[in-house]
């Protein structure tokens, strides 16, 4: 699952790169196409990116609980 959510946030990714210039495509039904692919990625990527964040914080946390010297430290972790 991991592995799909990272090539979906590629995908969104390249897909703002390419809406970020009208003129890589041939014509507005590829153009409406690709806006309405990168509007539904949308909210999985933003919801992804808020677990990945989540995770990370998750991962300092332990790791300040794993090193703390003293229960005061480790309540703070």
Same mark, same amino acid.
């Given at each position: 699952?991991? $592995?799909?959510?990272?090539? *979906? $946030?590629?995908?969104?990714?390249?897909? !703002?790169?390419?809406?970020? !210039?009208?003129?890589?495509?041939?014509?507005?039904?590829?153009?409406?196409?690709?806006?309405?692919?990168?509007?539904?990625?949308?909210? *999985?990527?933003? *919801?992804?990116?808020?677990?990945?964040?989540?995770?990370?914080?998750?991962?300092?946390?332990?790791?300040?609980?794993?090193?703390?010297?003293?229960?005061?430290?480790?309540?703070?972790?």
């Amino acid at each position: 699952m991991q $592995e799909r959510l990272e090539q *979906i $946030e590629e995908r969104y990714e390249e897909l !703002s790169e390419q809406l970020s !210039s009208r003129d890589r495509f041939p014509d507005q039904a590829a153009y409406t196409k690709a806006a309405k692919q990168h509007r539904a990625l949308g909210d *999985i990527v933003t *919801i992804y990116r808020e677990v990945k964040a989540m995770n990370e914080e998750l991962a300092g946390a332990r790791e300040m609980y794993d090193e703390a010297d003293d229960d005061e430290m480790r309540e703070m972790a």
